[in-house]
């Protein structure tokens, strides 16, 4: 049988960091925790990939201008977080434990974040800017404020520092 890799299936590096993390989690808590609490963070997670995977295609929607309005993406937004409620509550109803559930359900975050972490850009070589010495007159004329140099108006004079003219 030919699979084709996950990246194929699961394009966006988040959710295969995060399929990644719980399935990791998942297993880690069968040989580690109690039957009904690895279940229950089985049930968490899986909860959590599939409402992740529809929220980040609604927002793609949403910027892509295939939903119509704003409203629209909210509306669906409390459709889906109301059926994610639901789930929960028949998990619980059913002997899952809450523990177990909100720690698969939070599986997201240290996935974004690592995800997040690792794509940052390389930082810039100093050489690529063109900054003066610290000790070069023209930082006298640099507005801190806006990052950008001064502008000189009729309220003000170089050398008065913003002083009303009489």
Avoid: K
């Avoid at 939070?106 to 930082?123: D, Q």
Wanted: hydrophobic content about 50%; proline content about 11%.
């Amino acid at each position: 049988m030919n699979v084709a890799p996950v990246s194929t299936w699961i394009p966006d590096p988040i959710e295969r960091m995060n399929l990644a993390l719980s399935a990791s989690a998942v297993a880690a808590s069968f040989a580690l925790a109690p039957p009904r609490f690895a279940a229950s963070l089985a049930v968490g997670a899986a909860l959590e990939i599939v409402n992740f995977r529809a929220l980040r295609r609604a927002a793609r929607r949403l910027l892509d201008r295939e939903i119509a309005s704003g409203a629209t993406w909210v509306g669906l937004f409390g459709i889906r977080f109301a059926l994610l409620a639901a789930a929960l509550y028949l998990a619980i109803r059913a002997g899952g434990n809450p523990t177990g559930l909100v720690l698969g359900l939070s599986l997201i975050v240290p996935a974004t974040l690592w995800v997040a972490w690792r794509s940052e850009p390389p930082p810039l070589p100093a050489a690529a800017f063109d900054v003066p010495p610290p000790d070069d007159p023209s930082w006298d004329d640099w507005n801190p404020w806006l990052a950008c140099p001064r502008e000189t108006d009729s309220l003000e004079r170089p050398g008065t520092q913003g002083e009303l003219d009489s």
